[in-house]
């Protein structure tokens, strides 16, 4: 069964250090891409957690929170912030100085220490305890969370490309009945024309059978409908595949190839029939590459 690219999961879990708070959500993209926003304390963690991602979400853009919510701060998305006292003292002993020195007038005071973004920080920064395990199990649940939600929108491209695979065949059928129709009336058509421009000279037979002969090869279309039954087949397999592995990319490479037949068809049609069965055929394709784009 195939799987969407969109997706959206989140998880928690209570640890010593506070509660962890996982939340990501996915996109379609061509590749595995991940976009990770941790707090200081996990930041040694960054490898780690692409490679569980990737286990779960192999293929689309990830956009991934992880957040320590403190006991201190008392629950709730309120973060305990701490200071950096030591370096606090140094910046305002060097601001003295550099105030006595040059004579310049002003205090030192909380007004100007604060300005400094990296005495004011989160409590979490400073935690070298966070376990490695912890950050792994949220954000793995919070990863299968995503997939339960990216199955189920599978579900429903799996019908949506179902329908447009039956309206593509839908189309390919009245080009099949219409195509043996269209040489008889050109054959027809040629008789006449050449009936009424040679007047009483005999018309040879042989040579306008093997007119006929020339634009029934010009013409023919069944091998572009063999290929494009056979596209279709290959796709509805890859569809109901049970593997693993994402069949995204290969659907993309199919509906390439099911673009390129139905041009090639309609180069070849010269029958208003056939000409508007190749737009609805055409349009069919164009809804199914919209769709796969979004397949994993």
């Not at 992880?66 to 629950?75: C, D, T, V």
Request: glycine fraction near 6%; hydrophobic fraction near 45%.
């Amino acid at each position: 069964m195939i799987r969407s690219m969109t997706g959206f999961g989140e998880a928690e879990l209570d640890t010593a250090v506070g509660r962890l708070r996982a939340e990501l959500k996915t996109v379609n993209h061509r590749f595995f891409s991940a976009q990770l926003r941790l707090p200081t304390a996990a930041e040694r963690f960054e490898g780690a957690i692409r490679e569980w991602l990737r286990a779960f979400l192999p293929r689309g853009h990830v956009n991934y929170s992880l957040r320590i919510e403190s006991p201190e701060a008392g629950g709730g998305d309120v973060q305990a912030l701490t200071v950096d006292l030591p370096r606090a003292r140094e910046y305002a002993r060097v601001l003295r100085a550099l105030r006595d020195e040059l004579g310049l007038a002003g205090e030192v005071d909380v007004a100007l220490l604060s300005r400094f973004s990296d005495l004011i920080m989160p409590a979490d920064a400073q935690r070298a305890d966070l376990p490695a395990d912890a950050v792994q199990a949220v954000t793995e649940a919070a990863a299968r969370a995503a997939t339960v939600l990216r199955e189920e929108e599978g579900r429903k491209l799996h019908a949506d490309l179902e329908g447009r695979l039956q309206g593509m065949e839908a189309a390919m059928a009245v080009c099949a009945e219409r195509a043996p129709a269209r040489l008889v009336a050109e054959r027809d058509r040629l008789r006449a024309a050449v009936a009424q421009l040679a007047g009483d000279v005999t018309i040879d037979d042989d040579r306008m059978a093997r007119e006929v002969a020339f634009l029934a090869e010009r013409w023919d279309i069944s091998e572009e409908l063999v290929r494009l039954r056979s596209h279709i087949r290959l796709f509805r397999d890859l569809l109901e595949s049970d593997d693993s592995e994402p069949v995204g990319k290969r659907l993309g490479f199919l509906v390439q190839e099911m673009h390129r037949e139905a041009n090639t068809i309609g180069s070849k049609a010269n029958d208003a029939v056939i000409e508007h069965q190749v737009i609805a055929l055409k349009d069919e394709i164009e809804r199914l590459r919209e769709q796969v784009d979004n397949v994993e």
